[in-house]
């Protein structure tokens, strides 16, 4: 197994703080964001953050297993928050929002589905285009099996295992690291919570993105990351997704280490309103790791799917 890179000391202090941290209302909003809580059908509270134009057509982003809404800044501090309403939240169990102590809290897929119909009611977002990221893909897809696409306008998964290519694992060898993100040795924890951050993307992190990503990631509990993938590993969409009528753009890089390409090959077959969107250089995180053009094209698909 290769070795990790050393962790500096102050990134291990830090990333140990993180995980005292349950936050007792959002973080102080900002200028450029509106911040909020949206209450789901079992009373937990999820930290919900609007940026941009609240007249625009609006997009909520569901990021993955033990990340954060923060994943998403260089979408919500770019040049789609002059025209779109954008919507992030921390799905329970991660970043500011509540976590629960009980494990079935977190197995019922149904419970994802309403936290993010919640998020949707709680903003007063119509027909919004929904972005799902790694475990936030799985997210969208048990939405659309529990209430249907009719209210939404379009779907852009991102390196979500939402299929199961044939006679090939969905998972790369990055997603190993989560075996030992479930240990209650800190110090194991934390190396591995760094291993799977480096593994996210095809490139070295700058070490400011690195410390962010590493203390935002261990702000989710073990307790909570077990159960979540709990739940999502056993979760198969094939009828829901075969039953989508809103556009999909599925957006996946060739280097991913966390999910197989061959996933999003499977599903550019089984969905039939989807577009494959390749990012040759890009590892686990396209809108981060070329935000540009991830960027561009959310903002055209959304056009599109406002005006199909």
Not at 98 to 124: F, H, N
Not at 144 to 157: E, M, R, V
Not at 282 to 303: I, K, M, Q, W, Y
Request: aromatic share 8%; with cysteine.
């Amino acid at each position: 197994m290769p070795i990790s890179p050393p962790l500096p000391r102050r990134a291990l202090v830090a990333a140990a703080l993180c995980l005292g941290l349950l936050a007792a209302a959002p973080a102080q909003a900002a200028d450029d964001f509106k911040a909020s809580w949206a209450t789901t059908s079992d009373g937990t509270r999820l930290a919900v953050r609007e940026y941009g134009n609240a007249q625009g057509p609006a997009i909520v982003f569901v990021h993955g297993i033990a990340q954060s809404q923060l994943a998403f800044g260089r979408q919500v501090h770019g040049e789609l928050a002059r025209k779109y309403r954008l919507i992030t939240y921390d799905l329970r169990g991660h970043g500011e929002s509540d976590k629960p102590l009980r494990e079935e809290a977190y197995t019922d897929g149904r419970r994802m589905s309403d936290d993010l119909q919640a998020v949707i009611a709680a903003t007063g977002a119509q027909r919004p285009v929904l972005v799902g990221w790694s475990l936030g893909g799985i997210v969208v897809a048990q939405y659309l099996s529990d209430y249907g696409d009719g209210a939404i306008a379009g779907i852009n998964f991102v390196g979500a295992r939402i299929a199961q290519p044939p006679g090939q694992p969905a998972r790369m060898p990055g997603g190993a690291h989560l075996r030992d993100m479930l240990s209650s040795d800190l110090e194991r924890n934390i190396r591995a919570t760094a291993s799977f951050v480096r593994a996210c993307v095809a490139t070295p992190l700058p070490q400011e993105d690195f410390e962010l990503m590493l203390g935002y990631n261990m702000t989710s509990p073990v307790a909570a990351r077990a159960a979540t993938l709990k739940w999502s590993g056993g979760t198969h969409f094939a009828e829901a997704l075969s039953r989508i009528q809103v556009p999909v753009l599925v957006s996946h890089g060739r280097r991913d280490q966390v999910i197989s390409p061959a996933v999003a090959e499977e599903a550019g077959r089984i969905l039939r309103t989807a577009r494959v969107s390749w990012y040759d250089e890009a590892g686990h995180s396209p809108f981060f790791e070329n935000p540009t053009r991830f960027n561009a094209e959310l903002a055209a698909f959304v056009d599109q799917a406002h005006h199909r």
